[in-house]
Protein backbone atom coordinates (compact mmCIF):
# COMPACT_ATOMS: atom_id res chain seq x y z
CA UNK A 1 0.00 0.00 0.00
CA UNK A 2 1.39 3.50 -0.96
CA UNK A 3 1.22 5.37 2.10
CA UNK A 4 2.70 8.79 -0.03
CA UNK A 5 -1.08 10.05 -1.05
CA UNK A 6 -2.48 9.61 2.39
CA UNK A 7 0.64 11.48 4.10
CA UNK A 8 0.70 14.52 1.55
CA UNK A 9 -3.19 14.71 2.07
CA UNK A 10 -3.13 14.89 5.55
CA UNK A 11 -0.35 16.89 5.98
CA UNK A 12 -0.60 19.78 3.00
CA UNK A 13 -4.02 19.92 2.54
CA UNK A 14 -6.10 19.27 5.87
CA UNK A 15 -3.08 20.41 8.75
CA UNK A 16 -2.27 22.85 6.46
CA UNK A 17 -5.54 24.53 5.55
CA UNK A 18 -6.14 24.11 9.75
CA UNK A 19 -2.74 26.44 10.14
CA UNK A 20 -3.98 28.76 7.47
CA UNK A 21 -7.38 29.26 9.45
CA UNK A 22 -6.08 28.70 12.43
CA UNK A 23 -4.18 32.15 13.15
CA UNK A 24 -7.58 34.14 12.55
CA UNK A 25 -9.97 32.03 13.49
CA UNK A 26 -9.28 31.03 16.92
CA UNK A 27 -10.56 32.83 19.95
CA UNK A 28 -7.33 32.64 22.06
CA UNK A 29 -4.54 35.40 22.66
CA UNK A 30 -2.54 36.59 19.41
CA UNK A 31 0.71 34.98 20.77
CA UNK A 32 -1.15 31.47 21.49
CA UNK A 33 -3.07 32.22 17.82
CA UNK A 34 0.68 32.53 16.41
CA UNK A 35 2.01 29.26 18.29
CA UNK A 36 -0.61 27.09 17.18
CA UNK A 37 -0.08 28.48 13.61
CA UNK A 38 3.52 27.55 13.80
CA UNK A 39 2.96 24.31 15.16
CA UNK A 40 0.44 23.07 12.87
CA UNK A 41 2.93 24.55 9.73
CA UNK A 42 5.67 22.61 10.99
CA UNK A 43 3.26 18.95 11.41
CA UNK A 44 2.50 19.63 7.92
CA UNK A 45 5.93 20.17 6.72
CA UNK A 46 6.66 17.26 9.16
CA UNK A 47 4.06 14.94 6.94
CA UNK A 48 4.64 15.89 3.69
CA UNK A 49 8.50 15.66 4.27
CA UNK A 50 7.68 11.91 5.36
CA UNK A 51 5.47 11.80 2.26
CA UNK A 52 8.47 12.63 0.17
CA UNK A 53 10.99 10.25 1.57
CA UNK A 54 8.02 7.25 1.79
CA UNK A 55 7.67 8.30 -2.56
CA UNK A 56 11.11 7.85 -2.67
CA UNK A 57 11.84 4.43 -0.67
CA UNK A 58 9.19 2.98 -2.76
CA UNK A 59 10.17 3.92 -5.80
CA UNK A 60 13.97 2.66 -4.79
CA UNK A 61 12.82 -0.63 -3.59
CA UNK A 62 10.53 -1.29 -6.65
CA UNK A 63 13.13 -0.58 -8.97
CA UNK A 64 11.27 2.64 -10.42
CA UNK A 65 13.52 5.64 -11.49
CA UNK A 66 12.68 8.83 -8.94
CA UNK A 67 11.75 11.99 -10.11
CA UNK A 68 10.89 11.16 -13.53
CA UNK A 69 7.92 13.26 -13.87
CA UNK A 70 6.20 16.93 -13.87
CA UNK A 71 4.46 15.39 -10.42
CA UNK A 72 7.59 14.77 -8.97
CA UNK A 73 9.54 17.73 -10.07
CA UNK A 74 6.39 20.42 -8.79
CA UNK A 75 5.79 18.12 -5.81
CA UNK A 76 9.44 18.61 -4.42
CA UNK A 77 9.53 22.11 -5.56
CA UNK A 78 6.24 22.92 -3.09
CA UNK A 79 7.50 20.82 0.08
CA UNK A 80 11.24 23.10 -0.83
CA UNK A 81 8.83 26.57 -0.61
CA UNK A 82 6.85 25.14 1.75
CA UNK A 83 9.53 24.21 4.34
CA UNK A 84 11.53 27.34 3.54
CA UNK A 85 8.40 29.34 4.26
CA UNK A 86 8.07 27.58 7.33
CA UNK A 87 12.05 28.30 8.46
CA UNK A 88 11.29 31.79 7.99
CA UNK A 89 8.60 32.26 9.86
CA UNK A 90 10.14 29.97 13.09
CA UNK A 91 13.21 32.39 12.52
CA UNK A 92 10.99 35.63 12.94
CA UNK A 93 8.93 33.93 15.84
CA UNK A 94 12.19 34.31 17.62
CA UNK A 95 12.96 37.30 16.63
CA UNK A 96 15.55 36.73 13.98
CA UNK A 97 15.45 38.40 10.10
CA UNK A 98 16.98 35.18 7.80
CA UNK A 99 16.48 36.48 4.08
CA UNK A 100 15.94 40.55 4.37
CA UNK A 101 15.08 42.84 7.13
CA UNK A 102 12.21 44.28 5.64
CA UNK A 103 10.42 40.96 6.06
CA UNK A 104 10.59 41.57 9.81
CA UNK A 105 7.43 41.92 10.01
CA UNK A 106 4.25 40.33 12.00
CA UNK A 107 1.81 39.73 8.46
CA UNK A 108 2.71 37.47 5.22
CA UNK A 109 2.83 40.23 2.97
CA UNK A 110 4.79 40.77 -0.26
CA UNK A 111 7.94 43.49 0.37
CA UNK A 112 10.20 44.52 -2.16
CA UNK A 113 13.72 43.83 -0.40
CA UNK A 114 15.26 46.48 -2.03
Not at 16 to 38: F, Q
Request: hydrophobic residues 45%.
Amino acid sequence: MQVHPVLMLIGFIIIGSEAIMSYKTLPWSHDTNKTVHLILHAVALFLGSFGVYVAFKFHNESGIANLYSLHSWVGLGAIILYGLQVIRTKSLAFGYSIFCESWNLNSHSYLDCS
